[in-house]
């Protein structure tokens, strides 16, 4: 089997008006691989985001605003490298893990989840805290399958994987990208992640988001149980 390192690692992420974060994170993924890492930005913003992407070095491909899911689909489907780790730019998720998750796709997963649960997730408003509760809760015993955060930002792929399942939803899209290949027989794990508070003002409607996501979880595992 092949042997993965951070040369066949890219980190993509959509990215939408996250100027007072975006820096940091770029800083973060090019330190923690020595700036071997490929990094895309699918961008909708009217800020400076995709600026200060490209003086960081990252690929930024610029869309209309359409949502998370077209600019996360967009992101993970571009790369050539073999192992795709999928983050949000808003500064919360431990970037000095991306060595690990590639250790981890070494070992045989085919996708590595990180569970910001595990750990309470303190900086995480408890009104999401509780959201993301709920979600791992229909997502398990429709799937089949114990889960724990359905909708975390941070998992890497084998690019595979990415390539061969169709993906169909917006801002369910994170589940989407957890609950296909579980259903489907892949390798998943889930692995604890510290998460910390976000730097700049969230996009996501709580109530309406959550809706759609509770939506897609029930839509997505029907489809893959006993469609």
């Not at 930005?41 to 077209?70: M, W």
């Amino acid at each position: 089997m092949t042997e993965y390192t951070v040369d066949d690692l890219a980190v993509v992420m959509g990215t939408y008006n996250e100027e007072a974060a975006v820096g940091t994170v770029l800083s973060d993924i090019a330190d923690v691989t020595d700036d071997r890492a490929e990094v895309v930005c699918v961008d909708s913003s009217d800020d400076r985001t995709p600026e200060i992407a490209r003086e960081h070095g990252a690929t930024v491909i610029e869309q209309p605003p359409q949502g998370y899911g077209h600019a996360v689909r967009e992101a993970v489907l571009t790369p050539e490298r073999p192992v795709i780790v999928t983050t949000d730019c808003d500064d919360t998720y431990p970037m000095e893990r991306l060595p690990q998750f590639v250790e981890l796709i070494n070992e045989g997963y085919d996708v590595v989840s990180g569970d910001r649960l595990y750990h309470g997730a303190d900086a995480m408003p408890e009104f999401n805290r509780f959201g993301n509760a709920a979600f791992a809760a229909v997502a398990s015993v429709l799937a089949g399958e114990r889960v724990h955060d359905t909708t975390t930002g941070m998992r890497a792929y084998r690019r595979d994987l990415l390539h061969d399942i169709e993906w169909t939803e917006n801002t369910g899209l994170s589940a989407e990208l957890l609950l296909r290949p579980l259903i489907r027989g892949y390798r998943v794990r889930e692995e604890p992640i510290p998460y910390r508070e976000r730097a700049g003002e969230t996009k996501l409607d709580p109530l309406g988001g959550g809706a759609a996501i509770a939506k897609s979880i029930v839509k997505i595992c029907l489809e893959e149980r006993f469609g």
